[in-house]
């Protein structure tokens, strides 16, 4: 393939990674997808996936074509689909559109499609390029992929620490370790995922509404889990407190006392009894659970102990920390993870990836885990 032609797919297929982006946080568990249709070496028609269930992002492109796009090229961030779901196989309208040739990100991983529609579409002649900008695309659309191979929601554990490493005083004070900006970036992060899940000990010592709370637009609210093996979390919480826009999954075990359960179901809780390992929520139960209600992101806001416990579990794959340029020591004041530790440096958890940078005051660190 020629420099030229190699750069004009690189051109446009950032252009339909920035579109594919605008859907984030509404297409769950759907992918993130963007197209553009380009004729003569220019755009004629462009479009994204904008939420579950809506069109997909070749039909929208298509929809808001200007012109014919016979012989035209199609750029999409993902394979078309081949199979009947919310919306008719976009890769039918490829081929009734009579499109010359299509350039493809990632190919779908999803069992219906996997390939079926790129060689449908060479079946009809039309010529496909596939693999452009596909180490982008992975990124942007991890949540999908890691939910399309395990079948359980991609975690995200986010924690806040003072610069000695602190979440609260050792009298359990702990708002605020961080600024405003960094809270609010935390907020518009809840209005991308399905869920945020905590600790029965962060709910009895906070009460918090774990809601999103967006400055300048409504926000939407993710389902709230609480994990709480044995229903110590107070009848009258904040996030037992439910409506059309506020959901709570309770994660728990047989030794909930049953009376409490049933009137938290009769508020509109929904109550999920799991196994247990060693007297607490099976963690990895509870992702299986949450992959059969469809949840594909989950942002971990736990305390210590939850966040000891879901690392031991392997069952996070992205880590968030936020770092406040703040001192306050004491022994016995809590750091992000607890538990018994691993007590050898070799065996730490290394975090891959790594990405800094200053929201406010505060420093944040990003990175992924390798997944096993």
Partial sequence: MKEEQIQEDLKYMKRAMELAEKGRGRTNPNPLVGAVIVKENRIIGEGFHKAYGDHHA?????????EDCNGATLYVTLEPCHHYGKTPPCVDRVIK??????????????????????????????RVHTGVMEKELRIQNRVFLHYMKKGYPHITLKTAMTLDGKIATASGESKWITGS??????HNFRDHVMGIMVGVNTVIADDPLLTTRLE???????????VDSKGRAPFNAKVFDVDEKTKTILATTESMNKDKMYSLERKGVKVAILPSDQGRVDLQALMEFLGEEKIDSVLLEGG???????????????????????LIGGLTAKTPVGGEGIPHLEDAIVLKDVEYSVVGKDLMVKGRIEEG
Wanted: positive net charge; proline residues 5%; hydrophobic residues 45%.
């Fill in 58 to 66: 070749e039909v929208n492109a298509f929809e808001a074509a200007i």
């Fill in 181 to 186: 900006e960094a809270r609010q970036w935390v």
């Fill in 97 to 126: 559109e009579k499109i010359g040739r299509v350039v493809i990100g990632l190919t779908d991983p999803n069992p219906l499609v996997m390939g079926k529609s790129i060689k449908k579409m060479m079946d009809k002649g039309i």
């Fill in 304 to 326: 210590a102990t939850l966040n000891y416990s879901a690392l031991k579990g392997k069952i996070v794959q992205e880590v968030i920390a936020f770092i406040a340029p703040k």
């Fill in 216 to 226: 300048k637009s409504e926000g939407k609210n993710p389902i709230r889990i609480v």
